[in-house]
Each structure stands twice: as structure tokens, then as C-alpha cells.
T-cell receptor, first 112, second 115 residues
């Protein structure tokens, strides 16, 4: 089990649906991340939050909308996704520059 | 310049053998180099990490060798076991101006340890 908890573990949604992915950590980490991972590929950074403020948006389409309600929670709101958005969405957290990222086990998203 | 090149793409090693995975980077702004292990259906888990002021770090059966001048680093897994069969990613990290750090991952190596 990891210290970063992601829900749901699996999600199937249609292209017109609105859904949210949730991530929670209680390690006191002040940076949180969303990554996207396609099969047999490395994770790709999407968003970084530092002290609850959006620090980095890696040119992610607006159909993905992140939210950081507090220092322990991170959400990713999904709307009007495309089938090519199907992937494993990983949340991670870290304390500072020289501390490692701790990843959750991800949400397996399928867009139909 | 942001890329981290990783080789080999796949690797088959006999039980008890040594697994070696190599990575190279270009951007000298990277200053933290972790290795992650990922099993199917799981998120990446930190295996071992090194800073560029150290040439070698060993934790149990896992060793990172780091060559700062060549901008290369490698992972050695001694006495490889079937349970080590997984995908391994090297990564390079730099601090973000707004806080947090950005990991750039290598392309991954699928390791299979055979009995």
C-alpha cells in the first residue's frame, strides 16, 4: 500500500460525462502532482501544486481541470474527454527538492 | 535538452545475475537522480536516488553509479531475483521556481529475471 491514496481505482466514462479523480496524502507534503501514463510509457507531468497553488501546467487541454482544496487533497476534474485520454492517472506528492516523489497506484481511466 | 535517455528497453537476466540499466542526460540543471520501480497495475515506487556530488550509492542489492562529467548514471541490481521483474525508470529532477520539483523520466526498462 502507498501513502498516497487515489480514488477511484478504475473509471469508465463517456465523452460527454463529467467525473473527478481524487488524491489524498497525509505525509505533510506541500507539493502535489498529477501525471498521466500510457501503456509501456513513462509518466508524463500534467500539473504541479505547491502550497496549494498551481505551479506548473504542462500545456494540458482545458478538459482537464485540477483543484487543490487543501494541503492534503488534490482533485482532477474531467469533462468532454476523448478516447485518446484513456490512461493511468497518477498522483504524487513530495516534501521538497531533494525528497522523492511518492506516487499513488493511480486511476485507470477508460474513455468510451 | 530535457530528455533522459535510458537503455536497454528490455532485459532478461538469470536468477542470481547482475542487471545493469544505463541512463544519460543533457541538462546540467538536473540535480537529483532517482530510480523508480513499477509493477503492473501499480504506481512507480522509489528504489534508490543519488545527488550529483556522490559517485556511488548502495542500498542492499541496488547500486547507483554516477558520472557527472559524462552526464551518465546507471543502476546495478546484484543477485537479481524473480521478484525484481518489473519496469525500471531512471529520472532526473530539477527544482521548480514556484516550488516542488519536476521529474523527467527515462523511457523505461522491462526487466525479467528468469529462474
Amino acid at each position: 500500500d502507498t501513502e498516497v491514496t487515489q480514488t477511484p481505482k478504475h473509471l469508465v466514462m463517456g465523452m460527454t460525462n463529467k467525473k473527478s479523480l481524487k488524491c489524498e496524502q497525509h505525509m505533510g507534503h506541500r507539493a502535489m502532482y498529477w501525471y498521466k501514463q500510457k501503456a509501456k510509457k513513462p509518466p508524463e507531468l500534467m500539473f504541479v501544486y505547491s502550497y496549494e497553488k498551481l505551479s506548473i501546467n504542462e500545456s494540458v487541454p482545458s478538459r482537464f481541470s485540477p483543484e487543490c482544496p487543501n494541503s492534503s487533497l488534490l482533485n482532477l476534474h474531467l469533462h468532454a474527454l476523448q478516447p485518446e485520454d484513456s490512461a493511468l492517472y497518477l498522483c504524487a506528492s513530495s516534501q521538497d527538492m531533494y525528497s522523492p516523489l511518492h506516487f499513488g497506484n493511480g486511476t485507470r481511466l477508460t474513455v468510451t | 535538452q530535457q530528455q533522459v535517455k535510458q537503455s536497454p528497453q528490455s532485459l532478461i537476466v538469470q536468477k542470481g545475475g547482475i542487471s545493469i540499466i544505463n541512463c544519460a542526460y543533457e541538462n546540467t540543471a538536473f540535480d537529483y537522480f532517482p530510480w523508480y520501480q513499477q509493477f503492473p497495475g501499480k504506481g512507480p515506487a522509489l528504489l534508490i536516488a543519488i545527488r550529483p556530488d556522490v559517485s556511488e550509492k548502495k542500498e542492499g542489492r541496488f547500486t547507483i553509479s554516477f558520472n557527472k562529467s559524462a552526464k551518465q548514471f546507471s543502476l546495478h541490481i546484484m543477485d537479481s531475483q524473480p521478484g525484481d521483474s518489473a519496469t525500471y525508470f531512471c529520472a532526473a529532477s530539477m527544482e521548480l521556481t514556484g516550488g516542488g520539483n519536476k521529474l523527467t523520466f527515462g523511457t523505461g526498462t522491462q526487466l525479467k529475471v528468469e529462474l
